[in-house]
Every structure is written in C-alpha cells, then in structure tokens.
C-alpha cells in the first residue's frame, strides 16, 4: 500500500519536468568566409551537451541555501485503517489483557475518519547552520501534532462500562526532517518523516474525554507532497502545498487504574490528504544560476563571468566545486565562440570586429590547431591592411596610410618590419609633391628622410635627384642658391656615379653648371637675403602651426614635434596598443606623450 502511495506522485513529477521542457530548436548553420577549422559540431545545436542532465537532476544547484523553515502548518482529513475494506482494521491492532474478552474491530468506517493539525518550528538545515555549507536541502525541526476522529464508535456493553465510545485523541511531539526537491523557482516537492511520541485519552462520553484511561507510545510518520511557491524569489516565501501522509502510532504505555479497558495496547495506522502552509527563508536564484544558463546556451564568456561572481559572493556554497568545473570549460570553450563571433562578423565584412575576435581567442586558446589557423587568418587580414595602406600612399592619403600600417603592426610582426619603408614611401610622395611644385630644396629633404627610413629606395632617389638637377641645370640662370648649386652638383656627380653616364647634353650642363660657382659671392649675398627670408618665413609658419592636443594620431604629432627619441611600445590586457614617446630637450625636461590605439590621450613633462 505504502509504495503504492509514493509511486504515484513520482509519476506525476515526471510528466510535470516533461511537460515543462522546451523542444530543441537547432541553429542554422552558415559556411565560414574561411575554413581553418570545422566548427559545425559546435554551431548545429542550441544548447551546451549535457543541458537535459542538468535540467532533471541539477536544475537548482547554484540557488542560495535555505537554512530556515520558521514555520509549516499541515491540516487534514485521515482515515485510521490497514484491513481488506472499510469495515473492519487491521486484526491485531488490539491487544488484551484477558483473551476472553469480546473484541472491538474498531466500528464502521465513519467512526475512524478524523483530523489532523500538524505544526513544525524552527526547522533547520543543519550542515548550512553548523558549517555553512549547505549539502542538501535537508531540515530538522520540532513537530507538534494533534488528532482526533469525529463520529467514534460505542465500545463493547460485555466491557461493563456503560455506553462510552472509542474515540483516540493524541498529541504528539517529535523531530520532524524534510527534503524539498525543487526543479523550478514554482514549485518544489516535499518529502518528510517524523518520529517522536504520542500520549491521549481515548474514551469519550459525549463531547467530555475521561482522563483515565490514558497511554503513551512511539508515533511515526512519512509523506510526500508537491508545494507551490506563492512569492517565488522574495525574501521569505511562502508556500501552500498538499501531502499524502502515512502515520502509524502504538500506544503501548497504558494506565488505567480503575482497570475501566482491557487494551494492553493499540495501533493507529492513518492515511490522509492534507494541506500545507509553509514559509522559508532563502532559495532565491543566484548569479551562479544566471551564469549557468549562459553556459548551456553556449554563451561562455557571460556564463564565466556570472560564474566567477558567484564563487565571490558564495565563497562557502557546497556546490562551489561545481561552479568551478562549469568555469574551467568556459576557459576552454571561449575560444571557439570567440571564432565563431569573428567568422559570423566575416561573413558581414565587418573585419575590424572579427579581428578583435580573432585575436581574444588567439590569446586564450592553447590548442594548436586553432592557433595555427587564427595565425593565419590575422595574417590575411594584415597584408590585407598593408595592401590598402599602399593604394592610400598612390592616392596621396599618406596620413591615413601611416595610421592603418601603425595599427597593423600591432598583431602582426610583417606589418611591424615594414613601418620604415612605409614611411620611407610617404616621405618619398611627399618629396615627388614637392617637387613638382618647384620647392627642389625641401623636396631633397624629404628624399634624404626617405633614405634615412629604407636604403633600399637609394636608387630611387637618386633618380628623383638627378631628375631635380636637370631641372635646376634648366634654370641654372635663375639659380642663386649657391648651396642649392653644390647640391645640384652633388646630385649630377651621384647619378653620373650610378649611370656611368649622363649624356652629352647633361655632361654639358653638368660643365656649365660648375663654371656658375665662379659667381658664387655674388650668388651667396643673394643666398643670405633668401635665407634671411626664409627664417623670417618659417617663424611665422611657427607661431601658425598647429600646437599638440589630445585625439590627434601618431602622424599628425610626428607632423608637430617629429621622431622622438624613444618609444615604449606594448599592449594592456584588452589587446588594446598602448606607446609612450619621449622626447629630451637639451635642459634635461623630457616631454612625454602617451598614446593609446595611435591616439595621443596624454601630454606630461618632467
């Protein structure tokens, strides 16, 4: 009978979780832009592997403990039985003194039906309030009981003692332990047993009890039962619940000193229906339960920093243990969402974002295979890079070109070796700018800045210089620059050193060309003057240019202030590229700027 009774609500329970699931709804799967690993196996599901196992048997694990129910109120209607049918109990429920007597089969079934109020105190998980640590929500407390029946049946006339009726009533005190079992914040079930002892009347005259006869004896009880959480996630919930209850109590301790009953002893076995109402404190949901539904919904960078907050304000939770397997895998998994957020911002062209992507997971990943193919695609990406910084330099965006080629060489070490020839290339465009708008001199400049960044452009400018010789031997009569003259002669001598040859006409020019240093005080008293000029030009340009401000790029400072005369390069924990420039005057102050992302944020001198 009694496994009877408990499997029913098991059954129950089980088509409740079934019936509360949700259907699996597969991702769809998109082809990656680039294939250096296979990634279906982690994008054709919904859920994490495991999440049903999780939802049946571990579904409330990070929740806080519940170290109190203060109070529980139980009242029901319960049936004192155990025969074949409602007529009779079971044999033996009765003992007697004296064999002979005429036995009392305790009525018909309307005089063993009766009440119960059950009141459970102060009941306490014991291993959260000796340890703090709460292994399961087990509570131990005081059980205070009474019952009674309502329509007692008249006892045997041979007893000789009158018409008074068999009417127990108990009251009982025992230790009561439950176990809630709870899947959902909802509802939860209930599983309790009780022991203690019971002592009562049990003859009844009318409405009045005798005090004589009166026993004592062991009492015990076993329920189940579902309860539903009137407040769920409050401080103090309340809850309202029912039981099927099982109770059996022997009294065996009779005293009876007017030897009024022939019991010796007697059992009461009860089965009822009862209500419950409960309150409890605790057992709201946790940032550890927060970041485990990330984890099964695979996002793990969300569930390991949930995850992590729990085990700070949970130190203690015996399930911390869990919490701290449920982190390691995210360390281990951040990395291919880390891929797979990159690929799917691949497939959007948004490749900025999918490198930031890319290189997180470049960082946290130890497998080989995804670093190799991570290498790969960051690699991709910078040539890609290198390749537009070039057009920019074609199409005369050099600022730009140094901003994209600087930010490259951040993650990539071939980007990083190719900033002086990338530079040298500016200074080389600058220069052919120059040029062709007549300012020779500052066009030499910049080709020698050139030279200074990538020696592999000598021919180049020797070239461009040669190229600006003829034109300065074209206008030689105009020329009064005589250090513009011996640089024309240098640059002719150059390229007649690297041609072998510089023709007829130009050897003849190059001849003329000398024969002009002859004029040289009076083309140097001209020089002065142009000079003087020039001076008086370039402290205007001074007091007129641009002062350094914060959010300018590395270009426009180099523009200000030029190269200094150290860099301190390095990247913070956010993959973000961070430099320091310093700059030493001949005082001995050194102007420091600080830029972060090629961005100037930060100007200090000391």
């Known amino acids: ?16 979780v079934m019936l509360y699931g949700e259907e699996t709804k597969p991702d769809s799967v998109v082809n990656s832009p680039w294939n250096f690993v296979q990634f279906e196996q982690y994008r ?30 139980c009242y029901g209607l319960g049936f004192n039985g155990g025969g074949a049918t409602f007529t009779q109990t079971k044999s033996g429920w009765i003992e007697y003194e004296d064999t002979n007597v005429e036995e009392f089969n305790g009525g018909s079934w309307k005089a063993r039906v009766g009440h119960q109020l059950e009141l459970d105190i102060l009941k306490t998980n014991l291993s959260y309030f000796l340890l703090k640590i709460s292994w399961a929500d087990i509570h131990t407390g005081l059980n205070f009981k009474y019952s009674s029946i309502f329509l007692p049946e008249v006892i045997p006339s041979s007893w000789g ?43 009844r005259n009318g409405k009045l009890y005798d005090k004589s006869p009166n026993g004592w004896g062991p009492s015990v009880s076993y329920s189940l039962g579902f ?44 089965y009822g229906l009862f209500f419950t109402l409960s309150v409890f404190k605790g057992g709201k949901k946790t940032v550890g339960d927060i970041g485990k539904e990330y984890y099964y919904h695979k996002d793990y960078v969300s569930a390991k920093e949930n995850l992590e907050e729990f ?59 995804l670093i190799a193919g991570l290498d790969e695609r960051i690699g991709q990406i910078a040539k890609k890079n290198m390749y537009a910084a070039e057009e920019m330099i074609t ?10 080629i600087v930010k490259t060489a951040a993650y990539s070490e071939e980007a990083r070796k190719s900033i002086p020839y990338f530079r040298a290339k500016v200074h080389l465009s600058e220069g052919k700018k120059a040029m062709q708008s007549g300012f020779y001199m500052k066009a030499l400049d910049l080709f020698e800045k050139a030279l200074l960044q990538d020696q592999d452009l000598k021919i180049q400018v020797e070239l461009l210089r040669y190229e600006i010789a003829t034109m300065l031997v074209n206008q030689a009569n105009q020329v ?34 000398k024969e ?54 390095k990247t913070n924990k956010k993959g973000e590229d961070m430099q320091l420039w310093l700059y030493n005057s001949g005082a001995g102050n050194v102007l420091q700027l600080s830029f972060l992302e090629f961005i100037l944020f930060k100007i200090e001198r000391s």
Request: glycine share 6%; charged share 25%; with cysteine.
């Open 161 to 203: 003692i009158g018409s008074k009726e068999f009417s127990p009533r108990l009251f009982e005190l025992g230790l009561s332990n439950s176990v809630n079992v709870q899947w959902y914040d909802s509802w939860l079930i209930n599983v309790k047993y009780v022991y203690g002892l019971a002592s009562g009347n049990f003859y």
């Open 480 to 513: 009064k620059d005589i250090d513009a003259i011996q640089l024309v002669l240098q640059s002719l001598e150059d390229a007649q050193k690297l041609t072998g040859s510089l023709g007829e006409k130009n050897e003849t020019l190059l001849k003329e060309l």
């Open 311 to 369: 085990i700070i304000q949970y130190p203690l939770h015996s399930n911390r243990y869990r919490a701290e397997n449920y982190i390691e895998e995210c360390r281990k998994k951040i990395p291919i969402q880390l891929i797979r957020d990159g690929i799917s911002f691949d497939e959007r062209h948004l490749t900025g974002r999918a490198l930031e992507k890319y290189r997180q997971a470049r960082k946290l990943t130890l497998d080989a295979d």
């Open 227 to 270: 309860r539903y959480v009137l407040n769920p996630g409050s401080r103090n919930q309340f809850l309202l619940g029912v039981d099927f209850k099982h109770s059996y109590t022997k009294i065996d301790r009779i005293s009876d000193p007017g030897e009024l009953t022939p019991f010796s002893r007697f059992d009461l076995a009860n």
């Open 395 to 404: 199409n005369g965006q050099n600022n730009s070109a140094l901003t994209v």
């Open 44 to 73: 054709g599901l919904e859920y994490e592997r495991g999440y049903w196992t999780n939802r049946i048997f571990h579904p409330r694990e990070f929740y806080q403990e519940i170290p109190l129910i203060p109070l529980e109120v």
């Open 1 to 16: 009978m009694i496994s009877r009774i408990f499997l029913f609500p098991w059954l129950f329970l089980v088509a409740i």
């Open 516 to 569: 002009k240093i002859v004029l040289a005080e009076e083309i140097r008293t001209q020089a002065d003057i142009d000079r003087r000029m020039e001076i008086e030009r370039e402290k205007r340009e001074k007091r007129l240019r641009p002062t350094l401000q914060i959010g300018m790029t590395i270009p426009q400072v180099q523009e200000i202030v030029g190269e200094p005369t150290e860099i301190i390069h």
